[in-house]
């Protein structure tokens, strides 16, 4: 009697197990992205780092770096996309209103560095038919 239900619990358990693989609950496919700009200034000029978006995003100032010691103004990230051109101090945020490119430039004295993170949206869920 003692095997009979061992055997049974162990069934019921198999069977949750296999019913529950068979399921296979998935995360939605259309989840947001991140892209990275990183900008530089030296003596031979400003290289700027451009991204091209397609609607909306969000973009936020990481880091702004010099050589120079205690320079004057300090580094910041100076952010031109559609609907802002603004310069933003190092953990800033901004938005672009739509669709276009967003370009990234470094502020401040001596050689720069500086990078910014721009936050993609997920895409609108596809209407169900």
């Not at 296999?18 to 947001?32: D, F, G, K, S």
């Not at 990230?77 to 800033?92: E, Q, R, S, V, Y």
């Amino acid at each position: 009697m003692k095997r009979y239900l061992i055997f049974l619990l162990a069934l019921a358990a198999v069977s949750t197990l296999t019913l529950a693989y068979r399921v296979e609950a998935q995360r939605p496919r259309n989840r947001a992205k991140v892209h990275s700009l990183q900008a530089t200034a030296d003596a031979s000029g400003v290289h700027p780092d451009k991204f091209d978006t397609t609607g909306p995003v969000t973009f936020t100032c990481l880091n702004a770096v010099s050589e120079t010691p205690n320079s004057r103004p300090e580094p910041s990230c100076h952010i031109t996309a559609p609907g802002f051109n603004k310069t933003l101090k190092k953990g800033d945020s901004g938005n672009a209103t739509g669709a276009g490119t967003v370009t990234l430039i470094c502020n401040g004295q001596g050689n720069l560095r500086c990078a910014a993170r721009v936050d993609i949206p997920a895409a609108a869920a596809a209407p169900s038919t």
